[in-house]
Each structure stands twice: as C-alpha cells, then as structure tokens.
C-alpha cells in the first residue's frame, strides 16, 4: 500500500483526491485541509484578516467577481457543468460546482478538515526515492499528528499571500493602500480618485467596477500598450507607479515621470508563491517567482514523488490540474517511468534558457499562455491520457479575443456549441 499525501481540498486537491481514489487499490489517498470546507479561494468571505483559528484569510475573491472564463470550458472534464444559465458565473456558483463534483466522487469522507500541514521532511534527504513525513496539527485539538507518505501532492494554491511590489517613499503616502487579495466591495471607495497598480485580470475586473462608485480610477500598468477595450470615461490609463513624491504626500510618481494625486492605491500586483511547510531539506526554491526545481512545472527533479499541482499561470485551471494530476498517478502506479533526476534536470534547465532567449522575464517563467496547450498535450501524450478537447481551446481563444475588445460586457455573453462542434455566441 502507497500512502499518498494531498495538502489542500481547494479545485487542484479535490481533483488529486478524485484521481487517487481510483488509480490503483494500491494507492491510499490521505488529504489534509485547513479550513471547515472544500473550494479554496471559491470560498467567499467578508472577513479579510483572521479566519477563526487565527490563520490568514485565504480567498481573494471579491464578492460581484464573476468568472473571466466562460463555465463551458472551466469544468474538469469528467464532471461538466450544467449546459443552461450563464456562461460566466458568480463565484458562489463556482464554489457550488466544486460541491457538487466533491459530492459525485463521494470525496468529503476522505478529507481531514481543520488539519493544517505544519511540516514536510524528507525521510531520506537526497535519496530520490526518499518518503515524505508530514506533520499536520488538529486545529479543533490542537493536536500533532505524523504522517508518512510515499508520495505528495502539493495543491495548496498560490492567490493567496500578496505580491506587493516596492515603490520609492511609498512609507510617506498619506492615502488607503489595500490590495486585491482584501478588495470585497467598490463602495469604500466612494467618490475617491483611486489608482489602481497592474492591469491582469483583478487590476481590469476591480478597475472596471470602481468606477461606478468613484470620482476617478487610474489604472496603472507596465503593459508596452494600453489595453485596448473601451473603457468607463472616468477610467484612465497610465504609466506604472514607481515613487511617491517627498514629503507626506497623496502625489504618486509613474515611470515617465509623471505625477498621480489620488485619495487611494489598490496593488493588483498578484501572489507569491509560498510553501512555508516545506522543510529547506525538500530542495525547493522559489525565487522571482519562479518554483525550482521543476520537472514540466510539476515534479520535482530531485525527488519525483514531491508533485505541485497548478503551478502555471494563464491557463485553463481545472482541466490542466486535471491532466497534470493524472500524469503524475500514472507515474506512481507504475503504468508510466519518468525521465532519470538528471534527466528531469536537463529538460528543466532547456525550458529555463529556452524562455529567456525568447525575452520572458525569469518571473514569468511559469506563465504558459498560448504555451499551455502544447504543454498539456504533452503531458497527455507522455502518460497516453486524452487531450484537452479542441472545442475548449477554441472557445478559450474566442472569449480571450472578444475580452480584449469588449472589456465591459463580454460577460453578459452566452456560447452554445454547434453541430459542427465550434462554439458561437448565442
Ligand atoms: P485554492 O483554491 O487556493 O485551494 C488551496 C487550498 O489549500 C485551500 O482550501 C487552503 O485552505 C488549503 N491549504 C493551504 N495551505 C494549507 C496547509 N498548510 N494545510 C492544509 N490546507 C492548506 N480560475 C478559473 O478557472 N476561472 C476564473 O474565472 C478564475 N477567476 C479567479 C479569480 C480570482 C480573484 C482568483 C484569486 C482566482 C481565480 N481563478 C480562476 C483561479 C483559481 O485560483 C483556480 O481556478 C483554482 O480554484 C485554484 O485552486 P487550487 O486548489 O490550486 O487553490
């Protein structure tokens, strides 16, 4: 018997849970969660500090956040959503849809909820075929407990712990800062001038939804173009912010020199990635927010049996975990070999130098984009698991055209697929 470690029951530990149930009779799935409930970051709460054991808030949603992908494409592939309502939903019926698919598995009984894993230890370290002893604390008892595991699915996720970029003298700004981690609600906002930093899908989406309630939003970003869509008319574009002028000012200083005065900063800068129960015996790095060593974003190179589950970014979430949890069972169960350690080495060293020739900065090194569908083809291929179907990358492709456009109503749209199989707006 295999036991087999999950560390989280957000999307990525649920599917790892579902997949492990039924790889092998021989794999025993152990999940640990250190919240009350399944769904992650889907988990919506007006709470923005202390959950109530005292550890940090986890969600960043927003509470009118719909989704910015279409629902006909965000399903696990062997659990799709239901064909009527919207195309883009509210996140409440996200965190349902995660209920739902928790419940179809029967995939509750196995979770120990209100476990926090505290610490992961190789039990052999350097060896690569080592266990992993896990210590989890009972958060209701306050108990220890150890583990040890032949394997470890890391699925704790990663938009969680604010990336908030330094700004020159941002100690002498006199204005509210906050980042989108905590943003719940435009109205605090109320006719305010708000700059917000970085134009991702929050800095867009809250960008968007201040101005209804504000006097005036900046959205300021590094982007080589303005964002192209039409926009509110008190929503402006401007250069990133870099500075706060001298002195106790509300005056922001952007990268071409100009100056912002602004009641309010929001950071729509993004996460770290974090592990903190990751002993520094397990080898793994993260630095410019890049996760090291990884073999294909997902295994580590030195030891295989250490997974990571949802690592890339700009991708189609659950159908990647999907595929990437499957490849690494089929490892474990023996119906696939993994490259040797040195091997796994070389072939993440090649992406690494591959990316920066190409001119992607080192911090985005994980970003896949138009890159995932030849990486999640691979990784099916590799494991002879099927592919994401092509209807999902057209409809991804289409929505991602359209939102560039038609930034302010494109979730109001509805796709339906055709006979011929290509999805349309109905
Ligand atoms: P999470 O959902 O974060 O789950 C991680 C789980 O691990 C949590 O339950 C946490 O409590 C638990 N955990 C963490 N540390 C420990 C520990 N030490 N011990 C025990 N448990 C632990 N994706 C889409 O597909 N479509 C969208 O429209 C979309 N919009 C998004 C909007 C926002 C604002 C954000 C933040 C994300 C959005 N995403 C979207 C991406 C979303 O993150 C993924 O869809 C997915 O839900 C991530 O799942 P996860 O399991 O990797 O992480």
Redesign the pocket.
């Known amino acids: 018997m295999k036991t087999v470690g999950i560390?989280?029951?957000?999307?990525?530990?649920l599917c790892a849970l579902r997949h492990a149930l039924t790889a092998s009779p021989n794999i025993v799935p152990v999940i640990?969660?250190?919240?009350k409930v399944v769904?992650?970051?889907?988990v919506y709460t007006d709470n923005i500090d202390k959950d109530d054991h005292g550890l940090p808030v986890?969600s960043?949603?927003?509470k009118s956040?719909r989704?910015?992908?279409p629902k006909e494409v965000?399903s696990f592939p062997d659990f799709p959503f239901p064909a009527e309502g919207d195309s883009f939903i509210p996140h409440a019926a996200m965190l349902r849809y995660l209920q739902d698919y928790s419940q179809n598995f029967d995939l509750e009984r196995h979770i120990k909820f209100e476990?926090?894993?505290l610490e992961v230890v190789p039990s052999k370290p350097g060896a690569s075929d080592t266990e992993w002893i896990v210590t989890v604390r009972d958060l209701t008892s306050d108990k220890l407990t150890t583990t040890l595991c032949h394997a470890l699915l890391i699925?704790?996720?990663?938009?969680?712990v604010p990336y908030i970029p330094s700004i020159d003298g941002i100690e002498n700004f006199c204005g509210s800062t906050m980042h989108s981690h905590s943003y719940r609600e435009a109205s605090p906002y109320s006719d305010q001038t708000v700059a917000v930093l970085g134009a991702s899908?929050?800095g867009l989406d809250i960008s968007v939804e201040l101005c209804s309630v504000a006097k005036k939003v900046y959205l300021c970003h590094n982007l080589p173009i303005p964002f192209p869509a039409a926009l509110p008319s008190n929503l402006e574009q401007k250069a990133g912010i870099v500075g706060v002028k001298q002195g106790t000012s509300n005056t922001l200083v952007l990268k071409d020199g100009s100056e912002l005065e602004v009641d309010a900063l929001l950071y729509c800068t993004g996460y770290y990635y974090t592990f903190?129960?990751l002993a520094d015996s397990c080898g793994v790095t993260v630095e410019d927010q890049q996760v090291w060593p990884l073999y294909r974003h997902l295994i580590h190179c030195d030891y295989p049996t250490l997974a990571f589950?949802?690592i890339p970014t700009k991708i189609?979430?659950?159908p990647l975990?999907d595929i990437q949890v499957r490849f690494f069972l089929r490892f474990l169960t023996g119906e696939m070999s993994l490259p040797s350690c040195s091997e796994m080495h070389d072939d993440a060293l090649a992406y690494h130098n591959r990316c920066l020739q190409e001119g992607c900065p080192p911090k985005q090194l994980h970003l896949l984009a138009s890159k995932q569908w030849d990486y999640v083809a691979e990784l099916a291929r590799l494991a002879n698991l099927p592919n994401i179907p092509s209807e999902v990358r057209q409809l991804y492709e289409l929505v991602h055209g359209i939102r560039k456009y038609d930034l302010l109503t494109f979730k109001q749209k509805k796709f339906v697929i055709g006979q011929d199989g290509i999805y349309r707006e109905m």
């Open positions: 560390i989280g029951a957000g999307a990525a530990g640990w969660e250190q919240s769904g992650g970051t889907w986890h960043s949603m927003y956040l989704t910015n992908l965000m476990h926090v894993v699925c704790n996720g990663h938009y969680s899908a929050s903190p129960f589950v949802g189609l979430p659950f975990f």
